[in-house]
């Protein structure tokens, strides 16, 4: 990270180095490096044949890029090598000069340690502890058959080289094992994160569909109610209705006294046991006034508008309670995110719509509780549901000003808007 984050400073914006990308740059520079001193060590210092030590040297290093793409590969091929490559040094320089560091070059403790790390880093644990182990090995019986097969006659220095390199690969070995759990905890802990989140997006759509199902069902099971009156009182409040027309009236009203119990049984599977406070009159559209006094009161700067023909005499239940549920919404959320600015609502009814306007300026940033809030946007999404409902539109958006606003359009009527009123809205 720290490596991408100084080349980062170099390349456009645009063209920062994948993570990955920039591993496999590093391995690759470090193969090569350790491939030119591993082998000029092996020749120069050790004697050994230039053929074989650049040919084992150049295999060695190669499990460096091979442990990226097979990390168990990597691990038994450098463990093969970390055999062969003591044995073909020069018996005189083993047993006089360089017994101290034999049977590990330290170039090829170092190329093996980077095997170690990135077997470590990439894959299972158990993998790379085969390559620890497997090197060990390897070096043990390198001196084994130098010593009996091949007349090697060092001192007892290998034994303590040999465990040189057990602390060194064993330690790199944890420390890239601790990093590559840390990883993983991460993120496993962020997928959970985003999960969570998720279902709780869900679960927010979902209880504001059901409120809306819930209120819906109350308007339309008030309208049933009026028809089961007026049905059952219409032979009563016209006197001379002949048998017929009254036993038609009475079949209407037993229609909707069905449909209310059955109404009645479906309430009872949408309420639930806290949803007692929900059993009053729903607000409607001409309640707006009401919300405003309550938030001028609160110290709100807002301010309310009224245009066009009279909306309450023409206007749907479930599209004033839609309405009043969008302009409170909409309120709140200014309220919430642009503290101390100034809020407009506009409420205009001609064409067959209602058209419906909360604006509020930049103000002084959100409040404490709105930055703290983890999931945003669920109040947008209820008031899209809420316009659906009743076949209407909304849009939304950062003003120029750097305020924000919401437009609404909501028919009168069982129709779609029109379409100067969806011209409105772009």
């Known amino acids: 990270m720290v490596v991408n984050r100084m080349l980062g400073r170099?390349?456009?914006?645009?063209?920062?180095?994948?993570?990955?990308?920039?591993?496999?740059?590093?391995?690759?520079?470090?193969?090569?490096?350790?491939?030119?001193?591993e082998s000029s060590i092996a020749v120069s210092v050790?004697?050994?044949p230039v053929a074989l030590a650049f040919g084992l040297s150049l295999i060695h290093v190669g499990t460096m890029p091979l442990s990226m793409l097979r990390p168990l590969f990597g691990a038994i091929l450098s463990s093969f090598v970390c055999a062969a490559l003591p044995l073909i040094v020069s018996p005189?320089?083993?047993?006089?000069?360089?017994?101290?560091?034999?049977?590990?070059?330290?170039?090829?403790?170092?190329?093996?340690?980077?095997?170690?790390?990135?077997?470590?880093?990439?894959?299972?644990?158990?993998?790379a502890l085969s390559a620890v182990l497997g090197s060990i090995g390897g070096s043990v019986l390198a001196v084994v058959l130098g010593r009996w097969l091949l007349d090697h006659r060092p001192s007892e220095s290998?034994?303590?080289?040999?465990?040189?390199?057990?602390?060194v690969a064993g330690g790199i070995y944890v420390a890239a094992v601790v990093v590559q759990q840390g990883q993983l905890i991460r993120s496993q802990l962020l997928q959970e994160k985003e999960n969570t989140a998720e279902e709780h997006s869900k679960r927010v759509t979902i209880e504001e569909r059901a409120r809306i199902a819930r209120e819906l069902h109350d308007i339309v099971a008030h309208s049933m109610s009026i028809i089961n009156i007026q049905a059952s009182s219409a032979p009563f409040r016209h006197p001379g209705v002949d048998a017929e027309v009254a036993k038609e009236f009475e079949d209407i009203s037993t229609s909707a006294r069905t449909a209310l119990t059955e109404m009645r049984g479906l309430l009872s599977v949408l309420r639930n046991d806290e949803a007692s406070s929900e059993l009053?009159?729903?607000?409607?559209?001409?309640?707006?006034?009401?919300?405003v006094d309550q938030a001028r009161q609160a110290g709100v700067h807002v301010t309310l508008e009224r245009s066009g023909e009279p909306v309450e005499p023409q206007l749907r239940e479930s599209t004033g309670l839609a309405g009043y549920r969008i302009i409170q919404e909409a309120l709140s959320n200014a309220i919430r995110h642009a503290r101390n600015s100034d809020?407009?609502?506009?409420?205009?009814?001609?064409?067959?719509?209602?058209?419906?306007?909360?604006?509020?300026?930049?103000?002084?940033?959100?409040?404490a509780a709105a930055q703290s809030e983890s999931h945003r946007g669920q109040g947008l999404v209820g008031m899209r549901e809420r316009a659906g409902s009743v076949g209407g539109e909304i849009r939304s958006g950062r003003t120029i000003s750097g305020?924000?606003?919401?437009e609404a359009v909501l028919p009168l009527s069982l129709t779609?808007?029109?379409?100067?009123?969806?011209?409105?809205?772009?």
Not at 108 to 127: D, S
Not at 343 to 367: E, F, H, K, L
Request: hydrophobic fraction near 50%.
């Open 10 to 37: 170099f390349l456009p914006p645009d063209r920062r180095l994948n993570p990955a990308a920039l591993a496999w740059i590093v391995v690759v520079i470090a193969a090569i490096g350790m491939l030119a001193i």
């Open 46 to 48: 050790y004697g050994a």
């Open 92 to 127: 005189a320089i083993v047993s006089h000069t360089s017994g101290g560091t034999w049977p590990w070059m330290v170039p090829a403790l170092i190329t093996q340690v980077f095997v170690v790390l990135i077997i470590g880093l990439r894959a299972h644990w158990g993998i």
């Open 158 to 167: 290998p034994v303590i080289n040999i465990m040189i390199y057990a602390c």
């Open 280 to 291: 009053a009159p729903q607000p409607k559209l001409s309640d707006v006034e009401a919300l």
């Open 343 to 367: 809020i407009a609502i506009r409420i205009r009814c001609g064409g067959g719509s209602v058209w419906i306007s909360v604006t509020n300026t930049r103000g002084d940033g959100p409040t």
């Open 403 to 406: 305020g924000f606003e919401v």
């Open 416 to 426: 779609e808007p029109t379409a100067d009123d969806r011209q409105e809205l772009t």
